[in-house]
């Protein structure tokens, strides 16, 4: 089974500030890792993923995460981040193994973070 | 393209009604899943389907149903509404087909349902 484990619930930060939301997982089998942010009052839409390859992965509007594989950690960091980040962020994970065709992402809690000016 | 939508956006319901919340993609997706979002909880999967015709339990399926008559449209049903089904219901969907796209899943923009 997996689980994952978003360390923070809220995050504030001022604006043009860095920012790092943490993301823990727990799995017996290695696992796809994927990053999804939710807009106020919109569904979730894919920020960026890990698959294979460079454990460093950039991702839309200037987030990036790392894979840690002996930390078990995919932390998501902007290096400056904008009032329009404002968001929740999801951390996801999926098994690499194949099960019956089904595409099973286990979703942490989030992590609401609030950019001031 | 319209991607994935969802109806209706919000409703209101009393103990014991039931409803219907309809899931419609343009994506010629396979797959359809049905979440719902709770405070402090994520999203929890509640069934989904892996193509026309089928449909599965997933991690929260209890006093749900659904259905897969169509290829582009997953139906939600709701029996017997109850206070605890209180919550934000979201639609995604993703491809079969190529193992790197196949990983994405694409999500609708919910809907807000309140049983009273």
């Known amino acids: 089974a997996q689980s994952v484990t978003q360390l923070d619930s809220q995050v504030p930060v001022f604006e043009e500030a860095p920012v790092e939301l943490r993301c823990n997982y727990s799995?017996?089998?290695?696992?796809?890792l994927f990053w999804y942010v939710q807009y106020p009052n919109q569904g979730l839409q894919l920020l960026l993923k890990?698959?294979?390859?460079?454990?460093l992965v950039k991702g839309i509007n200037g987030f990036e995460a790392e894979f840690n594989k002996s930390q078990t950690s995919f932390h998501l960091r902007k290096p400056s981040v904008h009032i329009s980040d404002t968001a929740e962020y999801f951390c996801?994970?999926?098994?690499?193994?194949?099960?019956?065709?089904?595409?099973?992402?286990?979703f942490g809690a989030g992590t609401r973070l609030a950019v001031h000016p | 393209n319209a991607g994935v939508t969802q109806t209706p956006k919000f409703r209101v319901l009393k103990t014991g009604q039931s409803m219907t919340l309809l899931c419609a993609q343009d994506?010629?997706?396979?797959?359809m899943y049905w979440y719902r979002q709770d405070p402090g909880m994520g999203l929890r999967l509640i069934h989904y389907?892996?193509?026309?015709?089928?449909?599965a339990k997933g991690e929260v399926p209890d006093g749900y149903n659904v259905s897969r008559l169509k290829k582009q449209n997953f139906l939600l049903g709701l029996e017997s509404a109850a206070p605890s089904q209180t919550s934000v219901y979201f639609c995604?969907?993703?491809?079969?087909?190529?193992?790197?796209?196949?990983?994405?899943?694409?999500f609708g923009p919910g809907t807000r349902l309140t049983v009273t």
């Open positions: 995604a969907s993703s491809l079969t087909g190529g193992i790197r796209r196949r990983y994405e899943q694409y």
């Open positions: 799995s017996s089998v290695s696992v796809y």
């Open positions: 890990y698959l294979s390859g460079s454990t």
């Open positions: 996801a994970v999926r098994p690499r193994l194949f099960s019956g065709g089904y595409n099973k992402l286990i």
């Open positions: 994506m010629n997706h396979e797959y």
């Open positions: 389907s892996v193509g026309e015709g089928t449909t």
